[in-house]
Each structure stands twice: as C-alpha cells, then as structure tokens.
C-alpha cells in the first residue's frame, strides 16, 4: 500500500524508516518531511494542517494508510474530516478522533477524564476569568512548588513550575488576564508538584485492544546535569532501568486498562497512538500527562528496539485485532541524542550547511544488525538545498546507537556526532548518564 506520514521532525524520519521496512509499504511519502526522509520516500511539501492539501495528496498519490506525526492535525479534528469524507473514509489513519486527541490538546479534559476513571494523576482545580478570584486563593494556600498548565496546546511551553507565590500568582494572572498563551491559556489547571522520576509508555490501541511498545525516558532540559530551559528533548533512552517488570504491571493495571476503558465507555474513537507521560512516585506511577502521538525524540529510540513490522501493526489496529498481535522487542540498550543549533531553544540560526564528515550517506550510517547493534542518523530539522544537507529547525539530527550495554551505546552515539559538523552545533555529552556505571 502507499503510505503518506505527515510531519517533518526526527521521529517522522524514524517512522520512515521503519515503515520503508515493510513488505507491506508500496510507496512513501512525507509531508512535508526533512533531508533524511527524502531518501526513504517522496517529500511533497504542504502544510499538514491543511486538511484540504493533505487530501489532494491523498487522492494523487492512491494514500491507503496516513501516520500522523504530530498532536496538532489530531487536534484539529483531521480523524474526523477523514471519517466524513467519502473519498477518504476508506484510509487507514492512526490517531484519535478530535474528542480523543483532547486527552493531550486539553489539560482540562485529561484530568477530568482521569478523575472519571480513577487513573492516578496529580490534585489538581482548574480555573479561568469566571473564577479567577477563587484560583488567587486556591494558590496562595497551596503547598510549593505549584504546577501551572495552561489548557490548550501551548508548543510545550505551557507548563510553569513556580517555586514562589509572587512568581506563581503573576503567571497565573498572566496566562489568565493577558493571554500569555493565547487562546490555549485562557482556561489554567493548577496541580501538585509530584517529586520523582519521568518515563515516557506508549501505547498503539485499536479502542478496543492494545499493545504496550517499548518505554523510554526523555532529557528535556538543555543543560547538561538537567541545567537550564525546556526543549523539544535533547535525547532519550530505552529501556528505562527502573520500569521493571513489576512496576509496569502497575502501570498496565492502574493506567493503561482504566484508559482504554474509559475511551470505550465515553464512545470515544481512538485507533492510535497514546503516549503516557508518567512519573515514578516512591513505587507508584502517575500520569503527568497525555499525548495523542509518538514522543519525539523517543520514537527515535523506541522503533529501533521494536521489532515488529510497523505496518501489520497499524493494518491490525485499524480492524481492531491488536488482541492477535504479539510485540517482540529487541533486548539491546537504545539511546539517541539530538544534534541542535546554536542559541536552541531560543533564537537560531537556519540555512547552516552540515558537514557529515567521512559519511557517505547523511541518512543511515550502519543498520542495526541481528545482534541488535548499530546506529542511525535521524534527521529532524534539515532540508537540502542545491544538494546540500542544510539545517532547517532547533533540533537538527538525532544519533540513535543500540548495543548491549548503554555505555557502549551512548559511545558509538557520541562516536558518530564527532563526525558530524555544523557551525553553532550543541549536543548533550551526558544523556542516559545515571543509568552507566
Ligand atoms: P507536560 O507538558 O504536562 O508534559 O509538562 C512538562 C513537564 O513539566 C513534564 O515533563 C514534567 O517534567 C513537568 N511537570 C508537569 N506536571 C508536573 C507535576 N504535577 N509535578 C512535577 N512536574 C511536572
Ligand atoms: N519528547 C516529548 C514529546 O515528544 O512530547
């Protein structure tokens, strides 16, 4: 079959890839795609938000199967103009419907759906200019630190840990009464501060049924030693040591199966991805979050270690048999760091020709082998201009390693990104640094 992927970051490069594998895939295309996908498909550049484009591309190119990168076509209800579309309906699509992407493009309505369900979250109360009074109050008898998240999709900048009340009722006020982001923030939901340690859990669910894909943990900040302002992710690692056996049966009990419940008790249509932002509280998992998408960079660790064949699993969630799918997962030590411009996440530069030193090809470098050991270039912000790969994003390349110690791994990665050079370029030396001996 043809299969479109929309976006054009590191972890659409990583679906390519992994969906160029398939017996299954016909012809790929990406939209609107990077440097790296444009070896493994046809990039076609439009605007993935254009529901009308996306169609044409559809039409065009005989589409039988789009896998949606990012959260916000999901949120914009593209499962839905798909649906009611008689030329489209037939299309596989993985990703929720507009009400079942709410679970990420809606603070409100995840923590609302978890309080419904029982499923394990921080306390929180939400608030907006209609109770705006009440939320003053409600902050300043709350315990510090003190979670503000603005409702709606904010680019991963709307969520603010304040440490002080002045800080903490000035942000309030701010996304409230200023708009500080938009329209996303006029509703706020003031959480707990949970203490402990993150991990991302992805599910693929038919609605009905599930499979649980390889877990990872993602390094947000900058900074090495976890330093400095929020990213996209600067690298990611899998497995997550500490997601034992044990704990991830609590994970599957308390939160994977009560979640899949509910969707199907609220008659919510979910066939797609649901990526489970956790926190390990002393032993017990809480939901920090939901997406309705792969985390990026984490896809870029996730997919080298998953085994199976991407598409059978995708063809089984659209007819609802994931119960008849077994996921089989590569044992080794995955790791991946991101490559980002100079000045990221603020202000940076685009247009800066990479240089990929003695590599032949910028997309693969060597293929994982059977003994599950190798390593990848995904391009995540780049495109080529007159035949040269230039930087085109924040976060330029992610170097996935896998061996079967992390070490090894973070090694080769590293090993690789030396040989790799553009002006300005920064990486984390550090990432997966408390899981090595
Ligand atoms: P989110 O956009 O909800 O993923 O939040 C971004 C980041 O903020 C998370 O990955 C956590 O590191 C942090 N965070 C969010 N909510 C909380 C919370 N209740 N307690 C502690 N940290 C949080
Ligand atoms: N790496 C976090 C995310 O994709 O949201």
């Known amino acids: 079959m043809n299969i479109l992927i929309l976006g054009s970051g590191g972890r659409e490069h990583a679906f390519s890839w992994k969906i160029s594998q398939s017996s299954l895939c016909s012809k790929l295309f990406i939209a609107p795609g990077n440097a790296g996908t444009a070896g493994l498909g046809e990039n076609i550049d439009i605007d993935i938000n254009d529901f009308q484009a996306v169609k044409k591309v559809c039409l065009s190119k005989e589409i039988e199967m789009v896998v949606v990168g990012p959260e916000e076509p999901l949120v914009n209800g593209m499962y839905d103009f798909f649906k009611a579309d008689q030329k489209l309906q037939n299309i596989i699509i993985t990703g929720p419907s507009k009400t079942g992407a709410q679970l990420e493009g809606s603070k409100a309505f995840a923590k609302s759906f978890m309080n419904k369900y029982s499923i ?46 002045v800080e903490a009722l000035s942000e309030f006020e701010l996304m409230i009464q200023q708009a500080k982001f938009g329209s996303a923030g006029k509703k706020v939901v003031v959480e707990e501060f949970l203490d402990g340690i993150e991990l991302s859990v992805f599910v693929l669910t ?34 997550v040591p500490f997601a034992t056996e044990h704990f991830m049966k609590k994970v599957t009990d308390q939160i994977i199966e009560p979640t899949i419940k509910g969707l199907q008790e609220d008659g919510i249509d979910y066939k797609g991805f649901i990526f489970l932002g956790l926190i390990k509280v002393e032993e017990e998992p809480v939901v920090i979050e939901y997406n309705c998408r792969m985390g990026d960079p984490e896809t870029e660790v996730v997919l080298i270690r998953l085994q199976n064949d991407l598409v059978e699993l995708l063809v089984a969630m659209d007819q609802q048999k994931l119960d008849s799918q077994k996921i089989s997962v590569e044992k080794n030590n995955a790791v991946t760091i991101v490559a980002v411009s100079g000045g990221y996440p603020g202000n940076y530069e685009k247009g800066i020709p990479i240089e990929f030193l003695y590599l032949e090809n910028p997309g693969v470098i060597k293929h994982i082998d059977d003994d ?21 994003g924040g976060r330029v390349l992610a170097v996935s390693a896998m061996a079967s110690d992390m070490g090894d791994a973070i090694e080769l990665s590293k090993r690789i990104l030396e040989e790799i050079h553009f002006e300005g370029m920064y990486y984390r030396g550090d990432i997966g640094y408390e899981f090595v001996d």
Request: a neutral charge; hydrophobic letters at 30%; proline letters at 6%.
């Open 206 to 239: 038919d609605g009905k049924n599930y499979v649980i894909l390889p877990e990872a943990k993602d390094y947000k900040k900058i900074g090495e030693g976890d330093k400095g302002p929020n990213t996209g992710g600067m690298g990611a690692i899998s497995p």
């Open 372 to 392: 599950g050991v190798g390593a990848m270039v995904f391009h995540a912000g780049t495109k080529n201009v007159n035949d040269k790969t230039v930087t085109n």
């Open 120 to 165: 394990p979250t921080a306390k929180y109360r939400e608030f907006d200019n209609s109770n705006f009074d009440d939320g003053l109050e409600y902050i300043q008898n709350h315990p510090l630190p003190i979670v503000l998240k603005a409702d709606g999709l904010a680019a991963g900048k709307g969520v603010i840990i304040c440490t002080n009340y």
